[in-house]
C-alpha cells in the first residue's frame, strides 16, 4: 500500500528532493500553505477530501503538496463546484496572510488558478450576471495551428473591463469567504503546520482527528 | 431500422460510451440539460422536430443527445428561424436554471454556438437595428491563408462595443423567451427528464405522447 | 443564341444545380431577392441593364442570379455611380423586407458587398465629407507579401470611428433610396416574382413589358 | 526625337494600350484631370514643368498622363516644395470637381501619395507645428524582415489622432489652393481639355501658348 | 583562495577589462553608484551580505561590480524581501543623484530589473491592493513556441493603467526609502567611493568596518 | 596625415560622390545645416569638438558631414551629456530655420536619432520626472528571434501618451535651446556657411578662428 501510495505521488508531484533543503521560516511558511489548502478542501462541501499532505519537496518546483483523493470522475462542475475549488486554491495564500501577515511569491501558481478558472467563469460558462451569459471565448482551438492573435479577442475594450472587473469579484468574495474559514479554524491551522514541521508529512486519518478534536471545521463547513 | 438509427447515431455523436459512469446528480442534471433543447425545438415553430432523446454518454465529450429530424435542406434562414435556433441551444441551459437553482459548465458549447449565431446575426446578415445593414466582417476568407489578423477586424472600438452590446441584447431576449417556455411546461420538463434518468433513452413518439398529455407544449407554441 | 447564353451563365454562376431543391418558402424569397436587385438595376440611370433573371439554383451557392448586361467596358466610376451600385446590392435585401417583413441570410454576400463598396468610397476616393481626400488604406498590396497587418492600419481610433459612421451614413442613406423605389415599384416586384416562380426564368424582354405595363418603372426612374 | 520621347514615355507610362476604348464621359473626364495636374505644375513655382499632356491609356492602368520634365535632381525639398507637389497631386480631383461637380475613382492613386507626403511631412519632416519636430516612425527598415508589426507604431491613440488631424489639415488647405487656382483658370482648364479630346496628346508648346493667350496662368501664379 | 575568489568573479561578471579606461568623471561616478549598492545590502536585512565591490571593469558591459554572498538557496520570497532587493538595485541610482545632483545611463539594467520586480509583484504574485489577487500573465510559457502576442495580454487597458500605475508606486516608494537609507550614510557613501577609486577593489572586512566606524549603517538598519 | 583623414572620412561617411550635383539653393542650405552642427558641437560643453565640416556629397545619402573628433571612449552618459547630444543632433534643423524661415526634409536622419535618445532617456534611463524611474522598454532583446510584438509593449495608452508628451517636451526644451544659441551667433553661422559654399571643406583651425574673431561662441557656451 505503501508502494502504491509513494508511486502515485511520484507521478503527480515529481520524485522527493531531500537535497532541496529550505530555511526554517521557508519550511514553516510552506507548511502554513499546504495546511491552509487541506483546510479548505476539508471545509468545502463540494472539494475532494484531502488524502495526505507533505512537506517533502518534489519534483521540478513543489515545496509542499496536499493530495486530494479524486472520490469519483467528474464530467460537469456547478458554480459552486467551481467556487469551492477556487476557495481551495487560495487556502494556501490566506493561511501565510494569517499566519504572517505578509505573503510571498509562494503561491504564483495557485493564483494563476484561480484567476483562470474565474475567467473561464465569466467567459466560457456565462456565470457572470453583469456579463450575462454570451461566450466571449472560443473553448476549441485549432491544434497545430494555435497562433496567438489579436484576432481571437473579438470583444470590446468595454467588454475586456467588464470581463476584468468580474474576475476580480468574483475572486476578492473568494479571498473573503477563506480569511473567514481560516480565521475561524486558526487553531487547527497552527497545530497542523507544527505537525507537518514536525513531521514532514501528515496522512487523513491524522488530518480528520486534528479536526474533530478542535470542533472547528464542522463549524465551518456549515457556514460555508 | 434500428441498425439504421445507430449508424446515424454513431455518426454524428460518435461511439456510445457506456464506460463512461456519471454520478447521479450528473446524470440528473444531463437529463434536464437534454429535456430542455427537446422541448424548446418542439416548442418553436421553425425548429426540426426531435427524433430521439439519449443520456447515453457519446464519442469525445458528449454526455447527452438530443438528435432533431432535418425535414429538408435549408439555404436560407430567416431571422426568426435564427433566433429559434438560439432558443433551442439555451433550452439545455434554462432547465438547469429552472430544475436546480444553478447552473453548470455543461452548457459551454451551448453558450458558444448561440453567441456566434448571435454574432453573425449582428455583423454578417444585418439583422441589428442599433448596427444597421453594414456587414463587418468578411464571410468568405482564404483557405489556406487564414492567419488571425488585427487588420481582419477593420472596425473601431466603438462599432466593437455597439457588436458585444447587440449581441448581449439577443442573447438576453431569447433567455426571456426560453425561460418563459420552460417554467411553462415545468411538468412535463420534469417528466421528460424523469423517464430519462430511468429509460436513458427517449424516442419521438414517446415524446409526443408526453407533451400532448401535460397540454402543455401546444399553449407553449401558441404563446411563442 | 441559347447555347452562348448557358455557356455565358456557366461561366458568371457556375452549372445550374436541378438537384438543389429549395423548399416554396425558400424558392418565393429567392424570386422577390432577385426581383429587387433587377427592379433596382433598372432603376437607377447607370446601373447596367438586366440580361436575365433566374432562380435555378447555380454554382457553389448562389441560388438566384441576375445577369447585367455589361454595356461596355469602364475605367472610372463617379460617386453617383457607385451609389447606383449600392442600390442594386440591396435592392435583393429590401425586397425581402417589403415583401416578407423579414430579412433573411440570402443578402450576407450583398452587405458585404455593399459594405466594401461604402467603405472604398471614404477611405480610398475621398468622397466622405466629414473625412475629407484623405486616403486611408494602401490600394496597391504586395501580392505575394500581404501579411495583415495592425501596422497596414496606420489611423487612430478617432478616424476609425468616424470611417465606421461615415459607412454606415452611406448605406442608411442607400437603404432609404431602395425602400423607396421597391415599394413604390410593389406591384411590379409582386409580378415579377410571381413569374419567377412559375417560369424560373425571365428574359430582359418579359421584364421590360411588364415593367412598362406597370408604368411604374418610369416613374421610379424619374424620382431617383 | 520623336523616338526618344516615345521610349522614355513607354518606361515612364507603359505601353500605348489604343484598344482600352473609352466612352466619351470618361475621356471628357480623364482630359479635365491631366489637365488639371498640367495647370497645376504650371502653377506652382517649384513644382518641375510640363512636358507633355496625352489621354492615350498606357501601361497597367494610367488612363492619362501628364510629363513633367525634371530640371535637376534634387536632395532636399523645402516645406514648400513639398506643398507644391501635394498641389499638383490634388490638380486631376479638383479639376473634376469644378468641371463635373462630382469626383471619380480616378483620383485614388493621387489620394494615396498625397497622403503620403503630407503624413511624412508631420511624422518624418517634423513640418507640423501641432506635433513638433519629433520623428513618429522610422526612417530606415530593414530590407528583408520588413515585417509589419504593431511595435512598430510606438506611438499612443493620443499621438495618432494628433497626425490624423494635421494630415487633414495640410490637405484641406492644399485643396483649397487647388480649388482657388483652378476657380480663376477655369477657362484655359476647359479649353486644354477640349484639345486633349480633340488631339489626344499636347505638347509643351502648345499649353505654353494657351497658358499665355489666357493670361491667367500668370495672375494665378502670382496669386500662389 | 584568491584563485577561487577570482574564478567566481570570472563565472559572474566576466574576465577583467583593464584596457576599458574610464576618465575619473566615470571612475567617481561607477564608485559611487557600486558604493550605493553596497550600502543598501547591508542597511536592508533580508539582503545578501556584500563580499566585495569592485571598479576593475568585467566581461562585456560591467563597469563596477558588488558580490553578495549568498547566504543559502532561497525557494519562496515574501513581499519585505522583494522589496529589499528592489531597494538594493535602486542604490547605486540614488548614490549618483545624491552624490551628483544628476543621474546617468548607468543605471539602465538595475531600473529594468526594479521595474520587472515590481511588475512581477503587482501582475504574478498578488502583491498589490489596488489590484487585488488575479494573476495577470501566465508564468509558464510554451518553451519553443513563445511566439510574443497581443493575445496573451488578455487584460483590459484600464487594467493596463492600473497596473501601470502600481508598479510606479511601488518604485516611488523605494526611491524614497533609499534616498533616506543613503542621504543618512552620506559620509559612508563618500568614503567608500573614494576608497574605491584609490585601491579599486573594497573587500567585506573593510566595508564592515567602515560601516562600523561610521556608525551610520546601524542607525539606518533600524530604521529601514 | 591627410591620407589617413581622408580614410576615416571614407570609413564614416563613405566615398566622395563629386558626380551628385546639387544647386546652389540646396548647397547653400546643406552649408548652413552643417554650420550649425558644428556650431552647436563647439558651444555645447559636454559635445565632442569638431574636426572638420564639409559639404562634398558622401557615400549613399550624405549631402554634408560635420566631423567630431572623439576625445575618448565614453561607458556612461549623464543627463546633461545626453542633452547636448540632442542639441547637436537639432543645429542642422534650427540653422535651416534662421537662415531660410523654412524646414526641409534634410533634417530627417536628425531628428530620428533626436527623437530615439529623448525616448531613450524617458524609457530606459528614468530620466522623466513625470513618468518616475520605471523603464517601459526591454533594453536586451533576443538577437534572432527579435519578432516585432504588440506583447513588448507592455504599458497602458495612459503611459504611452504620457510618453509621448515627455518626448515631445524634451525636444521642444531642446529646441528652444539651440534657437537661442545660433541666433545670438548668426554671423558665425553665416559666415561659416559662406566659407563652406566657397571652399566646399572647413577645418578645425579655421573653425576655431572664425569663432574666436566674432567672439560669439564663447558667449552662447557660457549661456548653454
Do not use: W
Request: overall charge negative.
Amino acid at each position: 500500500m505503501d508502494d502504491f501510495d509513494e508511486a502515485t505521488d511520484r507521478v503527480l508531484a515529481g520524485l522527493e528532493r531531500k537535497s532541496r533543503v529550505m530555511n526554517l521560516k521557508e519550511k514553516e511558511r510552506v507548511a502554513h500553505h499546504e495546511a491552509g489548502h487541506a483546510l479548505l478542501a476539508e471545509a468545502r462541501a463540494s472539494a475532494d477530501r484531502v488524502g495526505k499532505i507533505s512537506i517533502i519537496p518534489r519534483g521540478v518546483a513543489a515545496l509542499g503538496y496536499t493530495k486530494q483523493l479524486p472520490t469519483e470522475d467528474r464530467y460537469i462542475l456547478t458554480r459552486t463546484e467551481l467556487l469551492d475549488r477556487i476557495d481551495v486554491l487560495l487556502g494556501g495564500r490566506v493561511a501565510e496572510e494569517i499566519a504572517f501577515g505578509e505573503v510571498s511569491t509562494g503561491s504564483e501558481d495557485d493564483l494563476q488558478r484561480a484567476t483562470d478558472l474565474a475567467r473561464d467563469m465569466v467567459t466560457r460558462y456565462g456565470m457572470s450576471e453583469s456579463l450575462g451569459l454570451a461566450a466571449f471565448e472560443e473553448p476549441r482551438r485549432a491544434l497545430f495551428l494555435d497562433i496567438p492573435s489579436a484576432a481571437r479577442k473579438e470583444y470590446s475594450e468595454a467588454t475586456a473591463r467588464a470581463i476584468d472587473a468580474e474576475i476580480r469579484k468574483l475572486l476578492e468574495s473568494a479571498h473573503a469567504r477563506v480569511c473567514d474559514t481560516l480565521t475561524r479554524q486558526r487553531p487547527v491551522l497552527d497545530a497542523l503546520a507544527r505537525l507537518l514541521i514536525e513531521k514532514e508529512v501528515v496522512d487523513r486519518q491524522t488530518l480528520v482527528q486534528l479536526i474533530a478534536r478542535s470542533g472547528g471545521a464542522e463549524a465551518a463547513a456549515q457556514s460555508a
